[in-house]
């Protein structure tokens, strides 16, 4: 069984900083690409960040310059840190893992964590 279990989040004050982590585990043969959404109260799930096997990275504008993503692909494990962090930041944050193909041979198209809660105070 598949598990993405994310780690990090947390209640920081704005300027402050945090670090995510979402380790996949179980019988995975890999990953195409792993991936950070958010959603806010009221509000659709958004895209923060999300990285390629090949460790190309693309960044909601929102966050560009303030988050930085990054992967381990012998561990399965993608990371987001976040700096300089701001209220509006405040959100669910949820690991993607998009393209999993297990040792089964088994495909996912869209993976998920469970997701954990960041709240920036001003």
């Known amino acids: 069984q598949v598990k993405l279990v994310e780690t990090g989040g947390g209640l920081v004050q704005a300027g402050g900083s945090l670090r995510l982590s979402c380790a996949a585990s179980?019988?995975?043969?890999?990953?195409?690409?792993m991936g950070w959404y958010r959603q806010a109260p009221g509000k659709q799930r958004e895209l923060v960040a999300a990285i390629a096997s090949g460790g190309t990275a693309n960044y909601a504008d929102s966050v560009k310059g303030r988050f930085t993503i990054s992967r381990d692909n012998a561990k399965n494990t993608v990371y987001l840190q976040m700096d300089s962090l701001k209220p509006e930041d405040t959100a669910v944050y949820y690991c993607?893992?998009?393209?999993?193909?297990?040792?089964?041979?088994?495909?996912?198209?869209?993976?998920w964590g469970q997701g954990t809660q960041v709240t920036v105070s001003s």
């Open positions: 179980g019988s995975i043969f890999g990953i195409d690409a």
């Open positions: 993607n893992a998009r393209g999993l193909i297990t040792t089964a041979r088994s495909m996912y198209n869209d993976y």
